[in-house]
């Protein structure tokens, strides 16, 4: 799903950062630090675009953003789509941000309720809504959407996994009805795979439409054009259910820009509103300015390095834990990311349940790693690995060309390749004997549960999806879909289980578990409303703001 930083003497002589994590209770308050004195931003090499829409209307919001949009189909986008699909479509409830007085609110349900111990949910519905077709939402249309995506059965699918039937009580109530208890109130605010759209225009139209630039949702913007690989523009239903105000964004750009220092420039011109993944070093100094504000904030995700399993020398575990031994975790956390990260425990990060600090936590120890390598038959390495990460990411990019350095210790040579994010994850879903040996990603949550990261990325998979180290263990299977089942009923006993599993995984040392990070977005101070959710990573949802 995920995606998303040259080296060592670069970064390790860079000031350690004193941004401290904003308060969960005031998520969209920028940073507040002494700022200390910073050399200028280095220049691009390419000259700033100028984004004609921004110059031409007051009214437009640019968000330059780092990836292109591999699926913007609903029933299918489980990655960084999630910035566009957010803004077209809608779900049932919605994830507050922390510090909200309740966890949920209404999205295109205005209410709900469960019956027969979680087993039966019934979601009544918006009235006086529309598709951007100009259909009714109703509760065939919502059953409709959902026993679709279900059906399809690709993404984030498997978060319906416990329903066994969906009803139209009426037109505006819909009930499903359940195999065994679950949080669906909380599954339908998911991010990915619980998206309302129009099921008749997806039954004419069909994946390929959608994936050209088109949108079939409810919500406040639809698609304008796609220029795939270089530009996304949407523009503003007019007849949105929520209504418009004055002052509110009549267009969104979405300019993929892979240079980060180039998305700086953009920034700082005004020629974008919003970005992210900033080169760390120039993020006090872009916060000192009057016209950019920096937020950092609590998040739900993590780095991680998913090791391939499958191909030697990696699917033996001792080589797989002699490298987990061989990384640097505090030179990179305390020379590149100061406070906005932490070392992980574990594939859950802290701040979600089933989070476990008692985890197993590998350190920096080469003597270590040799050992282990010396165990497994490699007392002097003598093997070549690569290393894949998302071109124009600077902390991915740095934590392979610090690890390399640390490998080359021990006798082994670590390519460290950038890439596109749509290649390096084609080349993950390919045979694993020729596939990366190393995938280097972010993850976060579709819906706010350790089923996320357990069954996303280390759940057994026929095909290849997100389980991108193509891991496979059965007490491990076995431990998530019970602790999946269980979370509904006994969130304590769930807990446990989906602690067991993390054991293992660390154990089995089937990633490499790099650091937890925080939110860091860069945007210009006039525009008002931003407000960081952790559950929805890097989502704008412009409707809510205004310049």
Partial sequence: MKTRRKLLCVFV????????????STPQQPTEEAVPEEAAAPEAEEEVEETEEAESE?????????????????????????????????????????????????????????????????????????FHNGDPLNAEAVKGAMENTIEIGAGASYIWAPVESIEAVDEYTV?????????????????????????????????????EGNCAGTGPYTI???????????????????????????????????????????????????TFEIPPDNLAALDARDDVVVYINPSFQNMLGLINTQKPPLDDPLVRQALSYSFPYQQMIEGVMGDRATQAHGPVPAGIWGHSDDLHQYSYDLDKARELLTEAGY?????????TFATGDLEEQTAGEIWKAELAKLGINLEVQGMNWESQWDLGMSDP??????FVMYWWPDYVSPVSWLYGMFRTEEETLFNLGYYSNETVDELIDTGDATSGSDREQATKLFI?????????????????????HVARTDIAGFVDNPAYPHVVFVYNLSR
């Fill in 175 to 211: 009930q499903f009805n359940l195999s065994y208890p679950a949080p669906l109130d909380l599954v339908a605010s998911s991010g990915y795979g619980s998206w309302i759209y129009n099921p008749n225009t997806y039954a004419e139209k069909g994946t390929e439409w959608l994936n």
């Fill in 224 to 274: 304008e054009s796609r220029d795939r690989g270089s530009r996304l523009i949407m523009t503003r239903y007019e007849d949105y259910w929520g209504g418009w105000s004055e002052g509110q964004f009549d267009k969104v750009v979405f300019d993929i820009v892979e240079d980060p220092v180039v998305r700086q420039q953009m920034i700082e011109a005004g020629t974008a509103d919003f």
């Fill in 13 to 24: 002589s860079v000031l350690v950062m004193s941004i401290l994590l904003a308060a969960c």
């Fill in 433 to 438: 004997q020729n596939a990366q040996d190393v």
């Fill in 500 to 520: 067991e599993a993390q054991e293992i995984l660390v154990e089995d040392a089937a990633a490499i578990f790099f650091y937890d990070l925080a939110n860091t």
């Fill in 379 to 387: 007392p002097d390495g003598g093997f070549d690995l690569v290393y």
């Fill in 58 to 130: 007051a009214n437009v919001f640019v968000y330059a953003t780092t990836t292109s949009f591999a699926d913007i189909d609903p029933a299918i986008s489980f990655s960084d789509d999630s910035k566009i699909v957010s803004n077209c479509y809608e779900t049932l409830t919605v994830y507050n941000p922390p510090g909200s007085e309740d966890v949920l609110g209404p999205g295109l349900a205005k209410s709900w309720e469960s019956a027969e111990d979680d087993t039966v949910w019934t979601f009544h519905l918006q009235e006086g809504v529309t």
